[in-house]
């Protein structure tokens, strides 16, 4: 499997367990995002056109560490008003590490970080 496509694949497994962590309102949505929900239906499209898989890349992002066999997961969400952030992201990074155990790749070495950009 080639670098790209395990970076796509691991970043739509970090999403699903993101989006799937209580608290987790969504993924901080690019500028793309931004703009597509702002066009003339006013509405956001959802997943990557032609592939029928979510696009979550601008909340996530899986960076390979120059061949040390180790992978930085970068997150960044937005949270439900009530849930104390610290409580959250510690979720969320646990969410994250468990994914990726179940990975064809399962023997990664990860370094999640978490960024809270917002409450909802």
Do not use: I, K, N, Y
């Amino acid at each position: 499997m080639t670098e790209q496509r395990a970076s796509g694949d691991l970043t739509d497994t970090v999403a699903r367990a993101v989006l799937g962590t209580a608290g987790v309102a969504f993924l901080r949505p690019g500028l793309a995002q931004l703009l597509r929900a702002s066009g003339p239906f006013g509405r956001a499209r959802t997943g990557t056109p032609g592939t029928g898989r979510p696009s979550h890349s601008s909340g996530v992002r899986v960076t390979p560490l120059g061949g040390t066999g180790r992978w930085r997961v970068e997150v960044h969400v937005v949270l439900h008003r009530g849930h104390r952030a610290v409580d959250v992201t510690r979720a969320v990074r646990a969410a994250v590490t468990e994914s990726l155990r179940g990975t064809a790749e399962g023997a990664l070495q990860v370094s999640v970080t978490v960024t809270v950009t917002g409450l909802v």
